[in-house]
């Protein structure tokens, strides 16, 4: 059974940074790709990041300059380096999995920008 758990969120100041964690129960190779997303409050969830098997990535445009996302294909994790954080960042964020026509999904963990 497929669980991702997401870890790294809190309480930043704008300007600050944080590095968001997703560590998968199984091998990470095993999926198509994998992305972030991020659901603000009274907002639909939008999509922040992706990175396929291949190691190619792509970014919302509101995130790119600023956010970096990686994995660690050794310890089954992916990460999301947000930096320069505004509060508009501000939401709970989502690790994503993917293959074929299957998605998975974390619980979440809550990003907290101040001004």
């Known amino acids: 059974q497929v669980q991702l758990v997401e870890s790294g969120g809190g309480l930043v100041q704008a300007g600050g940074s944080l590095r968001l964690s997703c560590a998968a129960s199984?091998?990470?190779?095993?999926?198509?790709?994998m992305g972030w997303y991020r659901q603000a409050p009274g907002k639909q969830r939008e999509f922040v990041a992706r990175?396929?098997?291949?190691?190619?990535?792509n970014y919302a445009e509101s995130g790119k300059g600023r956010f970096t996302i990686s994995r660690d294909n050794a310890k089954n994790t992916m990460y999301l380096h947000m930096n320069s954080l505004k509060p508009e960042d501000t939401a709970v964020y989502y690790c994503?999995?993917?293959?074929?026509?299957?998605?998975?999904w974390g619980q979440g963990t809550q990003v907290t920008v101040s001004s």
């Open positions: 994503n999995a993917y293959i074929l026509a299957r998605d998975y």
């Open positions: 199984v091998n990470i190779f095993e999926f198509n790709g």
């Open positions: 990175i396929n098997v291949g190691g190619k990535t």
